[in-house]
């Protein structure tokens, strides 16, 4: 199962030392080794940071380790694949616009029956990779659209 970092707060924070520790647990201390991400909001967009490779041994993390973007919404993600191949376009966090900005998606576990159920179409938004995640991402997405141009 995956592993997941987020943090929200009332002002911009540097999270190097919660991203190092969560990044010697892609690959180094454990089993996380098939691809990390991380978001940091910006206003109404997102600097997303993603590689389907261990996060341990990854340069970009050590990137952002010596460069600290600060945030006060980041959003990581360390991955075991359970679904999909290990791409980038399995890597999450996922992002996508709607309504002029960028929401940003990471989940950890199994959704069984997120691909079969009608009420779950991913309407316009369309998943890149083959993850459940994605899909329900993309679902979630296609629902907030709809109620929003019905006054939901």
């Not at 967009?45 to 919404?73: G, N």
């Not at 980041?74 to 359970?82: F, L, P, Q």
């Not at 960028?102 to 009608?118: E, I, K, Q, R, Y």
Request: with cysteine; net charge neutral.
């Amino acid at each position: 199962m995956c592993e997941l970092f987020a943090l929200s707060a009332s002002a911009p924070v540097d999270v190097r030392l919660s991203l190092g520790e969560l990044a010697r647990h892609g690959g180094e201390t454990g089993i996380h080794a098939d691809g990390w991400g991380v978001a940091f909001l910006q206003g109404f967009d997102a600097q997303i940071f993603r590689e389907p490779s261990a996060a341990a041994k990854s340069p970009w993390v050590d990137c952002l380790r010596a460069y600290p973007l600060r945030s006060d919404t980041v959003v990581s993600h360390i991955r075991h694949a359970t679904q999909g191949a290990n791409s980038l376009a399995n890597t999450q966090p996922f992002a996508r616009e709607l309504g002029g900005r960028m929401h940003v998606f990471a989940h950890n576990g199994d959704l069984p029956g997120v691909f079969t159920s009608a009420s779950l179409d991913p309407g316009r938004f369309r998943p890149v990779g083959q993850t459940d995640s994605e899909h329900a991402f993309c679902a979630l997405l296609s629902w907030i659209r709809s109620s929003a141009t019905r006054g939901v």
